[in-house]
């Protein structure tokens, strides 16, 4: 399979706090790579990093094999590797539409009918082009994301990262978010979600990653991670959070 990233010994200090140890491991197209763990552990850090909105300290991120920070310009790099945040991050002074919009046109250099015609593609594929009217604080938590998530996919991003997308909902609104999010991993989408959705993760991984302490722990198919993990570290983790989820 083609590798889209490589993030090669990665490392985040933030002064003498060590947040990221020696972390490496590829992205192939289509993975869908969920990021579980303790707060704290250093998973929305590594999404941070991967798209530069932190600098790392050390170590390299390879993008198609060449190194992101030097062979890409940032913003081009940006837009083929997107991100959705936890708090939507929508400008609350213009319009669904004119949101899912501006990238396109600032970015992209995309003609405002082409943008136009984008977005509500988008739009409709996430369920929400009947709000394009609408301004971010008409909307609930559940369709600000929606919208969020139709944004991204308007500059279309060869890799999207998800920061904990649900963690901002209301309970009744986290499964709608993730219905979007597996139609996308369905349809080939290739993303990393930083997660507590250890059902998602389960079912809508292909591989994922255990962090605790700043590194990776384990790395498996969710099969096995979930039902045979081998690190006692994963097996504490795990123990503590799926009865609650599972």
């Given at each position: 399979m083609e590798k889209i990233l490589e993030i090669q010994h990665l490392e985040k200090h933030f002064g003498d706090h060590v947040v990221l140890k020696d972390i490496s491991f590829s992205v192939e197209?289509?993975?869908?790579?969920?990021?579980?763990g303790s707060?704290?552990?250093?998973?929305?850090?590594?999404?941070?990093?991967?798209?530069?909105?932190?600098?790392?300290?050390?170590?390299?991120?390879?993008?198609?094999?060449?190194?992101?920070?030097?062979?890409?310009?940032?913003?081009?790099?940006?837009?083929?590797?997107?991100?959705?945040?936890?708090?939507?991050?929508?400008?609350?002074?213009?319009?669904?539409?004119?949101?899912?919009?501006?990238?396109?046109?600032?970015?992209?250099?995309?003609?405002?009918?082409?943008a136009e015609k984008r977005a509500l593609t988008y739009l409709q594929r996430v369920g929400m082009d009947a709000y394009r009217a609408a301004r971010p604080a008409q909307l609930s938590g559940g369709q600000k994301q929606r919208v969020a998530i139709a944004r991204a996919l308007c500059m279309e991003p060869e890799v999207l990262l998800f920061d904990e997308p649900t963690s901002a909902l209301d309970p009744e609104m986290v499964g709608e978010v993730l219905n979007v999010m597996q139609d996308l991993a369905s349809a080939g989408m290739t993303m990393l979600i930083v997660t507590h959705?250890?059902?998602?993760?389960?079912?809508?991984?292909?591989?994922?990653?255990?962090?605790?302490?700043?590194?990776?722990?384990?790395?498996?198919?969710?099969?096995?991670?979930?039902?045979?993990?081998?690190?006692?570290?994963?097996?504490?983790?795990?123990?503590?959070?799926?009865?609650?989820?599972?």
């Open positions: 197209k289509g993975d869908v790579i969920c990021i579980i707060s704290g552990s250093g998973k929305s850090t590594l999404l941070r990093c991967i798209n530069f909105l932190e600098e790392p300290t050390g170590g390299e991120i390879l993008y198609h094999g060449k190194n992101a920070e030097t062979a890409c310009k940032r913003t081009i790099y940006n837009s083929k590797v997107g991100m959705v945040f936890q708090s939507f991050n929508l400008f609350g002074n213009h319009t669904v539409l004119e949101n899912c919009m501006l990238g396109q046109m600032q970015v992209l250099k995309a003609s405002r009918a082409d959705e250890m059902s998602f993760a389960r079912d809508v991984a292909s591989r994922v990653l255990f962090m605790d302490g700043g590194v990776i722990v384990e790395d498996a198919p969710p099969q096995q991670l979930f039902s045979q993990p081998k690190q006692p570290r994963t097996q504490e983790f795990l123990k503590r959070v799926l009865a609650r989820q599972l």
